[in-house]
């Protein structure tokens, strides 16, 4: 198993991950999902915004650390702006993602999150703090 592999997995088995459910898909890019359950509904039905953010978070945070990890570096995020725009309630939400900059002590990266039908629910944009490795 390489260091990405290693580094997915550990990532993918934190407890926040199991907690919401996310799901962590490897191919050319790093994307990740959940399938909306009852626990990630606000009050008015729709899955809540932290859920949708954090879904974002990660997509982003792990396609800047593909690039990264085998460097012995590690990006934390340092600022996270989502744009909301439009409401889900049910089906599979996958959240993509690309690095636009990775510099010597920071990142940014683009996500958008979508649903089943391809129809966009958010994007977001975020800043990433990159440090050396410490495992």
């Known amino acids: 198993m ?3 592999d290693q580094f997915v997995k550990r ?3 934190a407890p926040w991950y199991r907690l919401v459910g996310m799901e962590i898909k490897r191919g ?3 994307t990740v999902e959940i399938n909306v359950e009852e626990k990630h509904l606000q009050a008015l039905g729709m899955v809540h915004g932290g859920a949708i953010a954090s879904l974002l978070d990660s997509a982003i945070g792990l396609n800047i650390n593909k690039e990264l990890v085998g ?3 590690l990006a934390i ?3 996270l702006n989502v744009h909301y725009l439009k409401p889900v309630s ?3 939400i996958t959240a ?3 690095p636009l900059f990775i510099g010597s002590k920071v990142a940014v990266g683009y996500g958008e999150l979508k649903d089943e039908n391809g129809d966009t629910i958010a994007i977001a944009t975020s800043t ?5 490795r410490k495992d």
Request: net charge positive; no cysteine; hydrophobic share 30%.
């Open 128 to 132: 990433f703090y990159i440090t050396l």
């Open 90 to 92: 049910k089906g599979k």
């Open 11 to 13: 990532v993918g088995s």
């Open 71 to 73: 460097k012995g570096k």
């Open 96 to 98: 993509r993602a690309k």
């Open 2 to 4: 390489d260091l990405l």
């Open 28 to 30: 050319e890019e790093i």
């Open 77 to 79: 995020t340092s600022q």
